[in-house]
């Protein structure tokens, strides 16, 4: 069975500053991997998605994430925060196996002045 | 309108009384979910349906049960509710054609049982 871990519950980081949200998953199968995020009252939407080919995936507002396979990871950055970042942020990994999402546990990213 | 839409937006219901959380979308998907979120636990999968015939228990479907109505709908029942089924409520699409794992959200339910 699948599963993700996202290291870190709270990421607290000044406007402007670079900021990296960590996702490690596990699974024995080829998988697909998805960042949300969910803004305070809202649902989830998606940031970005790796489906194959380049590991380097662009989403939208300026965050980008790395599939390092050997590592196992999926990890989402953004080089400049702002705050209306202020959110929290979910890993979910999809394989052909189970055939549906698992998502990690969540990481709220606070965005200050 | 929105793709997946959740009714209704907030509840609060007292302790053994039976609720009903519903789900319609318009995404033409077949698959449908529920999910719960509680803070520090991430989202959780309590049921999931691949169509109309096809209904899976998740990890936490103990005190729940759900109906799948027709393909855009999907509903979700707490039979006997008790406070730590307290919780914000999620019902999601997917639809594997094209190559799309992805999910679309609805915008949530907020269950409060007192």
């Known amino acids: 069975a699948q599963s993700v871990t996202q290291l870190d519950s709270q990421v607290p980081v000044f406007e402007e500053a670079p900021v990296e949200l960590r996702c490690n998953y596990s699974s024995s199968v080829s998988v697909y991997l998805f960042w949300y995020v969910q803004y305070p009252n809202q649902g989830l939407q998606l940031l970005l998605k790796y489906l194959s080919g380049s590991t380097l995936v662009k989403g939208i507002n300026g965050f980008e994430a790395e599939f390092n396979k050997s590592q196992t990871s999926f990890h989402l950055r953004k080089p400049s925060v702002h705050i209306s970042d202020t959110a929290e942020y979910f890993c979910a990994v999809f394989t052909g196996t189970a055939s549906k999402l698992t998502f990690g546990t969540g990481t709220r990213l606070q965005v200050t002045l | 309108d929105a793709d997946v839409t959740q009714t209704p937006r907030n509840r609060i219901t007292k302790t053994g009384k039976r609720i009903m959380l519903e789900c319609s979308q318009t995404?033409?998907?077949?698959?449908m979910y529920w999910y719960r979120q509680d803070p520090g636990l991430g989202l959780r999968l309590i049921y999931y349906?691949?169509?109309?015939?096809?209904?899976n228990k998740g990890e936490i479907s103990d005190g729940y049960s759900v109906s799948r109505q027709a393909q855009a709908k999907f509903s979700l029942s707490l039979e006997s509710a008790i406070p730590n089924q307290t919780a914000l409520y999620f019902c999601?699409?997917?639809?594997?054609?094209?190559?799309?794992?992805?999910?679309?959200f609805g915008s949530g339910t907020r269950l409060t049982v007192v």
């Open positions: 349906s691949f169509d109309v015939k096809d209904i």
């Open positions: 995404k033409g998907h077949d698959r």
């Open positions: 999601a699409t997917s639809d594997l054609r094209g190559g799309n794992y992805g999910y679309t």
